[in-house]
């Protein structure tokens, strides 16, 4: 799931702003951010606030996820 909305609070920056720096309208982008945006827009977004794509998407609550085809428990060790 996206936490774009979130990146831009924690930002300081308004939707407004970033729609400004991608060069297009605010609602253009709110759409965007709501619906399934490309993975060409969700880049853009990540340059114009300054993050890499991957802060844009959730993190997993524990290092700990479920296959949801045979149920095994699997361990995810992020890269530093």
Same mark, same amino acid.
Do not use: H, Q
């Given at each position: 799931?996206?936490?774009? %909305? ?9 939707? %407004?702003?970033? @729609? ?10 709110? +759409? ?13 977004? @990540?340059? @114009? ?13 524990? +290092? ?7 149920? @095994? ?5 992020? %890269?530093?």
């Amino acid at each position: 799931m996206l936490r774009i %909305k979130e990146v831009i609070k924690e930002k300081g920056l308004t939707v %407004k702003e970033v @729609a400004n720096k991608l060069g297009m309208s605010s609602p253009s982008l709110s +759409d965007a951010i709501n619906g399934n945006p490309t993975v060409e827009k969700v880049e853009r977004i @990540a340059e @114009a606030i300054g993050v890499p794509v991957a802060e844009l998407f959730e993190r997993p609550s524990t +290092d700990v996820i479920i296959c949801p085809k045979c149920g @095994a428990e699997l361990e995810i060790k992020m %890269k530093e």
